[in-house]
């Protein structure tokens, strides 16, 4: 975990969130450029957890080791799975099921960044 | 029209898994993930602290899996099931949260169900009255008549 890194995934799931919200009331699916929004917002998800992982395997050990991994791993699926399930029926629900993911991809960053640190 | 609607869903009712039950299956699976894999960490690495918080995280887990995926497919079969997921699943919550609040040793550790859910934004506790109140709007407009279902 990089906390610039971590900071910056909060804050794109945010604005995630919101254009979620905001293509709900507008009464549309999302459209290209919110799906390709979600798709970079994966990305950076994955690098975090990547390099977390890596860090891990390098020997740190954060507090709760098996609640962190499983954190990594729930930020990294949570979006692709989102994006298949918001695509099969697309209407305003659509852009919410986004919402969702992003808003649970951000919630688990900010419980990461806390549980982040070195066992005593 | 009616007969194609039926092939697809097995239900007269609309589905549960159109329009705002999609979102609904979406907040149950990001549930059936939490508890599941928090159930997980606790029962494998402490299950000897709180073994009763941690198997009803165990049990708590299973119920959500039961109604993602029931709401999910939307059949008449699984609204069923659905609904009895719920319905103990509403159970649970209150049960837990009130057993949490008024006796803190059986509970010492937070429990997905914890206080009502307080660690997860209540949500716990509103998701399962979401979910019978979407059960109840997608329900069958008129009785079947008695075969078997399309």
């Known amino acids: ?120 | 029209m009616r007969g194609v609607r039926a092939q697809q869903t097995g239900s007269a009712g609309r589905r549960t898994n159109s329009g705002a039950g999609r979102v609904l299956v979406a907040v149950y699976g990001i549930f059936a993930l939490a508890a599941t894999a928090r159930a997980g960490v606790q029962l494998i690495t402490r299950f000897e602290e709180a073994p009763l918080a941690y198997v009803l995280s165990a049990v708590a887990g299973l119920i959500y899996i039961v109604a993602t995926i029931t709401l999910a497919r939307g059949t008449r079969a699984s609204r069923r099931l659905a609904l009895i997921a719920i319905i103990i699943e509403l159970i649970g919550v209150v049960t837990v949260g009130t057993l949490s609040v008024i006796d803190q040793e059986a509970f010492p550790r937070a429990t997905v169900w914890s206080v009502y859910g307080i660690g997860y934004g209540f949500v716990p506790l509103v998701l399962p009255i979401l979910g019978l109140a979407w059960l109840w709007h997608t329900r069958p407009h008129a009785p079947q008549p008695v075969e078997g279902r399309g």
């Open chain 1, 1 to 120: 975990m990089i906390d610039a890194l971590a900071y910056t995934v909060v804050a794109l799931a945010g604005v995630g969130v919101l254009w979620g919200i905001v293509t709900a009331i507008a009464n549309k699916p999302p459209g290209k450029a919110q799906l390709l929004y979600a798709g970079g917002l994966e990305a950076v998800t994955v690098v975090q957890s990547i390099l977390a992982a890596v860090k891990i395997i390098g020997g740190f050990r954060p507090v709760e080791l098996a609640t962190t991994i499983g954190y990594l791993i729930g930020i990294a699926i949570l979006i692709p799975i989102a994006w298949l399930w918001a695509n099969v029926e697309r209407n305003r629900f659509s852009g919410i099921v986004l919402a969702v993911a992003a808003l649970a991809v951000l919630a688990m960053t900010l419980r990461l960044l806390v549980l982040w640190t070195p066992a005593g």
